[in-house]
């Protein structure tokens, strides 16, 4: 059974840093692109950044870029997000996901960011 | 990157169809055919129910479909059932390795 675990989230302060970890298991991490989707309290989905399998490409939406570090332990089964200068509008619960042929297939129960002084 | 455009709602009594649209550009939408449709209901994470714009994961009911026709994508519940009662999301492919969420409907059973 694929499942997919966050853990990480909490609360901090404007500017300040945080790294999100999902845990893998039930399949072959190695081998999927993995994902980050975050959702802002009582909004939308939204799509933030992707990873390759071995970790040589990375993509980002663009209201994180330069500030958010998608990577992954393929030995540990483990993606990580580094989340740094937080702003209030990234509180959201974030989800871990599989990427597969361009979708989300499995989803994480999510962990909650809340960026509030 | 804006979202993808949804109707807010959509409704439907139990057994009747309901479909929902999401509209998008020739960048996104139009463009390839990575269109992908996900139920959420309150509190709980996104399910996958319609990939690569018709595909259907193994368990999802068959009541679930997916088309496309120009810039526009559509998801249509057939037989709808109290269970359906959800948001649900498209999401495409936008090129440039990017990817782009739609603004969401609530199905609402009645």
């Known amino acids: 059974e694929v499942q997919l675990v966050e853990s990480g989230g909490g609360s901090v302060q404007p500017g300040g840093s945080l790294r999100l970890s999902c845990a893998a298991s039930g399949f072959s991490f190695s081998t999927y692109w993995m994902s980050w989707v975050r959702q802002a309290p009582g909004k939308g989905l939204e799509w933030v950044a992707n990873i390759k399998q071995d970790g040589s490409e990375k993509y980002y939406v663009d209201s994180v870029k330069g500030r958010f570090t998608i990577s992954r332990d393929n030995a540990k089964n483990s993606l990580y997000l580094q989340m740094n200068r937080l702003r209030a509008e990234d509180t959201a619960v974030y989800y871990c996901t599989r990427h597969l042929y361009g979708s989300h297939d499995y989803w994480g129960k999510g962990t909650l960011l809340t960026v509030s002084s | 990157q804006s979202a993808l455009t949804q109707p807010p709602s959509a409704s439907g009594s139990p057994g009747q169809s309901v479909t929902i649209s999401c509209t998008g550009t020739s960048s996104d939408v139009g463009g390839y055919n990575y269109v992908s449709w996900y139920q959420q209901h309150p509190g709980k994470a996104p399910k996958l129910m319609i990939y690569?714009?018709?595909k259907r994961p193994s368990g999802v009911p068959d009541r679930f479909s997916g088309s496309k026709s120009g810039n526009t994508a559509s998801l249509t519940v057939s037989g709808l059932q109290a269970e359906d009662e959800a948001d649900y999301y498209c999401y495409s492919y936008a090129g440039s390795n990017n990817f782009v969420f739609g603004t969401g409907t609530k199905v609402t059973v009645l």
């Open positions: 690569e714009v018709t």
